[in-house]
């Protein structure tokens, strides 16, 4: 509790939801990353900017830490609350301000389901194609915040692609028009940088969107493998025959079982692994690929090719996907899910090596990931009940992540650093470049009050975890004592 | 998710079940997408996760209050959010049980406890209610628009078939119903009759217990199951092959009879043949669907199945007892297209209506928005009739439907009834 903000608030803003009982509190407690969990001093719900407005005002002048949420769907823990801070949740701002079909664009809040711009979107034969799992859930405000991807997004491009124009309200209130209706804007890219900022620069209150035509014909085809480097091979091959398919998606035995299990979509059960594959555009473009792909994936060993022969079908093998994590849930309750990025042709390398660590550590590791972009999404089981076995499945997990480094990728595709993945920041950059990082947030953010300690790790816990990156035997800070 | 629940509960069958659903929950927030209150209010509060959590956060013994119970109320269990989680978490059975320990701990106020008393004592008993309704239908123009409006109609109930036919299939009474639409169950006797089925009752029966099951009344509950098996008992041990219900809702109470009474030294076994029993009339009427088609071929003088002109428009609202509670999804839907009636696309049809058994009394505000949304997106294709499977929900949205050009809306066996006759 904190009294005379909480007084602030009432004063202020009368009509904003405050709730700062723990009793209703606790359901905010954490989002989806629920191995991590604090308890806020309050949490409100903004209705209106003029509402965000008036709470950013109250913390700076307070000088009270806030964390922003949507619909609490991350999977980094970038949205879990501080307990010495306000949690400001933005599910209540969701409207749809506009639908241009002209221009293709849509202007939402921030509280918008990522689904329900598509569905706003579908009378004119438009979609917003960025699509992450969670999808009919997840709000547009995180998606900028996160950068979020999508099994579409190879083709269709990330968040950060699909997005004009952003109102950010600063920590003191001022708001910020960032983008414009145009493809370029003159000046230092402050869209690009607000993209993936994880709440750390200022609170979005709108996003402009671009919509996309629906293809005009579309082909999803399963292929079902022998074995992992099978599948991983054939999506090299894919892309190397110059084919960019609108989502090009794999998945191990374990993750193909519990789907199956779950959403019955007819996954072939006999199968080590499992590519789904979704090409669109014209008729004859499709007919084109469809014959290269179709060559590819059985020269490749592929032991079944499916088509589907209708939207239902369609749909059903897409749902069975995007359903997997929590699908996942059933053959463990409580596991990790990772998120990296390598480069395509490593592929089969990197998930041999993690089903070797993954044995070493004595852990099942599962995996379901957007194959055709390189990001692999690893998930590590372990049972919350055995004392210590969580640490170890973060150990793991961030091993995991040290070999997409190592092979040249990123420690995030699309879910964000959060409070997850900083000791591997420390070792995807230099303390050069961490530096520069904060610097960035000081300009936003002087007194460090927006979502301090997410995303970037301060210089100086790298030093403490001892995951400061060397390179060529330089060692920063050499002076600096460790451990 | 992880769970450490108290010891007051821990060992006990509901600490027990309740445990092994919040373990299977990983928190990703899916069904927040689908839960009607959450789509009004935009509150975690209102949603499955949020209660979910509160529920949780009770069951491993933290302190709760009014607060809680605020937000388990608003519940509609509608379980639209079991259709979209894909971790298979049983919220409806969560919510039953952390409902009943919640209604244990927090005394509720006077004026609540006298509004629940009342429809536990009122709505289940059909004769009660039955003079109720007809005082309300003569005064219908003198009562205030709240209660004016859930007076309904009559509509003439026609002749029960006699019971001529080897194989005999029995048929839940139920409570408002009988009162409010006595021709659907007598429709459903009709149409079975002509698939060569007698659907009997069962003298003593009647309300299946969901009323009382609802309002946190186990002991009441336990009572009416018990009734109704002895009832049934007779029938079922000369051979009736089926307990038939014709409202979804209290469909779903029938099915889960054997659960409720599993602990039970005398009815276990006997509740648990009773909801192995149990087939909603769209189960039975599917899975006679030869039979159905050459009826229908007879009528077909009198209903040419492709001629458009004859051919009439109906929005079928799915009840979420009927697509989530018993997941039963697009069986009516094809036997009304069988039947020769054109479905309209009725929009967010996974949505509740704000029926929900007592919800609409007891949660107006809430009921009147969802009910305002069911109706508009119910006329959005312009139906000529509205079709449903509950009484409950065809009562509900009758009185949201405008007065001036009011869409007809009858349980769904009714057409078939009318299109066999």
Redesign the interface.
């Known amino acids: 509790m904190h009294a005379p903000l909480l007084a602030d608030f009432q004063r202020i803003t009368p009509t904003l939801k405050v709730i700062a009982d723990t009793e209703r509190l606790k359901p905010f407690e954490t989002d989806a990353f629920i191995s991590h969990r604090a308890l806020p001093l309050c949490a409100v719900l903004p209705e209106s900017e003029a509402q965000v407005v008036e709470i950013l005002k109250a913390c700076n002048a307070r000088g009270v830490p806030l964390v922003t949420r949507g619909a609490g769907t991350g999977i980094s823990g970038g949205a879990i609350p501080l307990e010495n801070g306000v949690l400001a949740v933005l599910s209540r701002m969701k409207q749809i301000l506009a639908v241009d079909p002209a221009a293709r664009t849509a202007r939402v809040q921030p509280g918008v389901a990522n689904a329900a711009v598509t569905k706003a979107a579908a009378p004119f034969g438009l979609f917003y194609a960025p699509d992450p799992s969670s999808q009919i859930v997840c709000s547009i405000g995180g998606n900028v915040a996160e950068n979020a991807g999508g099994v579409h997004c190879l083709k269709y491009g990330l968040t950060v692609h699909n997005v004009l124009r952003i109102r950010v309200v600063a920590l003191n209130g001022d708001i910020l028009e960032i983008g414009s209706a145009a493809l370029d804007a003159p000046g230092y890219d402050l869209l690009a940088l607000m993209h993936g900022s994880e709440g750390l620069l200022g609170l979005i209150t709108e996003v402009t969107v671009k919509l996309t035509p629906e293809p005009e014909y579309i082909e999803t085809l399963l292929a079902a493998f022998p074995s992992v480097t099978d599948a991983a091979n054939a999506v090299n091959s894919i892309i190397g025959a110059g084919v960019i398919p609108a989502a090009l998606e794999m998945m191990d035995k374990m993750v193909i079982n519990a789907c199956e299990k779950f959403m019955s979509a007819g996954f072939p059960l006999d199968a080590e692994a499992l590519l789904l594959i979704e090409l669109d555009g014209a008729p004859e473009e499709v007919a084109e690929y469809l014959a290269t792909v179709e060559a590819i994936l059985r020269a490749s060993h592929a032991q079944e090719i499916r088509r589907a022969c209708d939207d239902t079908e369609r749909e059903k093998l897409w749902k069975s996907r995007k359903g997997a994590f929590a699908a996942l849930a059933t053959i463990c309750p409580d596991y990790y899910t990772m998120d990296g990025t390598i480069p395509r042709r490593c592929l089969p390398e990197v998930l041999a090596r993690y089903a070797q660590l993954g044995a070493e550590f004595g852990m099942m590791i599962a995996n379901v990931f957007h194959a055709g972009d390189g990001n692999l999404h690893p998930v590590i089981f372990y049972d919350a009940a055995k004392p210590g076995e969580m640490a170890r499945s973060e150990e793991l997990g961030g091993k995991l992540l040290e070999i997409c480094i190592e092979v040249g990728g990123t420690i995030t595709g699309e879910h964000g650093v959060g409070i997850e993945k900083l000791k591997q920041m420390c070792v995807q950059f230099r303390e050069s470049e961490l530096a520069m990082f904060h610097v960035i947030k000081a300009v936003f953010d002087p007194e460090g009050l927006l979502n301090p300690g997410r995303a970037v790790p301060e210089l100086k816990r790298c030093s403490e975890w001892g995951g400061m990156h060397v390179r060529g035997g330089e060692i920063p800070r050499a002076d600096m004592p460790r451990f | 998710?992880?769970t450490n629940l108290a010891e007051w509960i821990k060992d006990t069958p509901e600490g027990i079940e309740a445990d092994a659903i919040l373990?299977?929950?990983?928190?990703?927030?899916?069904c927040?997408?689908?839960c009607p209150t959450y789509q009004l209010?935009?509150?975690?509060?209102d949603s499955p996760?949020?209660r979910i959590?509160?529920m949780k956060?009770m069951l491993e013994g933290?302190?709760?209050?009014a607060?809680?119970q605020h937000h388990l109320d608003r519940c509609l269990t509608c379980r639209a959010c079991e259709t979209?989680?894909?971790?298979?978490v049983q919220y409806g059975r969560l919510v039953d049980i952390g409902r009943e320990v919640i209604e244990k701990k927090v005394p509720r106020g006077l004026g609540d406890q006298l509004k629940r008393s009342l429809l536990k004592n009122t709505l289940p008993h059909t004769a009660l209610f039955s003079i109720g309704l007809g005082i309300g239908r003569a005064v219908k123009g003198l009562l205030p628009d709240g209660i004016g409006k859930y007076v309904t109609s009559r509509r003439d109930e026609g002749v029960w078939p006699q019971p001529v036919h080897a194989r005999k299939m029995l048929v839940l009474a139920g409570c408002v119903q009988p009162a409010m639409a006595p021709s659907i169950n007598c429709a459903t006797a009709r149409v079975l009759d002509k698939l060569g089925i007698s659907l009997i009752g069962a003298d003593k029966a009647g309300c299946c217990g969901a009323i009382a099951h609802h309002l946190n009344d186990a002991h009441d509950a336990h009572a009416y199951v018990k009734r109704n098996i002895d009832a049934w008992w007779p029938a079922i041990e000369r051979g009736a092959e089926a307990i038939v219900v014709t409202a979804s809702g209290c469909g779903t109470m029938v099915a889960e009879y054997g659960h409720l009474l599993r602990n039970d030294p005398v009815y276990a076994v006997k509740a648990a043949r009773v909801s192995a029993l149990y087939r909603d009339v769209s189960q039975v009427i599917a899975q006679e669907r030869t039979q159905l088609s050459a009826v229908l071929k007879s009528k077909a003088d009198i209903y040419p199945v492709d001629a458009e002109v004859t051919r009439q428009k109906v929005a079928f609202q799915s009840p979420c007892s009927l697509q989530h509670g018993l997941k039963i999804r697009g069986v009516v839907e094809g036997l009304l297209r069988d039947a020769g009636f054109d479905l309209t696309m009725v929009p967010d049809g996974h949505l509740c209506c704000g029926s929900a058994g007592t919800y609409s009394l007891l949660q107006p505000e809430m009921s009147a928005q969802l009910l305002a949304n069911k109706v508009n997106a119910l006329e959005s294709g312009s139906p000529d009739i509205i079709a449903t499977a509950n009484i409950g929900c065809m009562a509900h949205i009758e009185s949201g439907l405008n007065a001036s050009s009011r869409t007809p809306i009858l349980h769904w066996v009714e057409l078939l009834d009318r299109r066999l006759a």
Not at chain 2, 62 to 65: G, L, M, P, S, Y
Not at chain 2, 84 to 88: E, F
Request: charged letters at 25%; one cysteine or more; proline letters at 3%.
């Open positions: 998710m992880q373990r299977k929950c990983v928190h990703c927030g899916f927040l997408a689908t209010t935009g509150d975690e509060l996760r949020g959590y509160l956060e933290n302190d709760v209050t607060k809680t979209t989680c894909p971790s298979g």
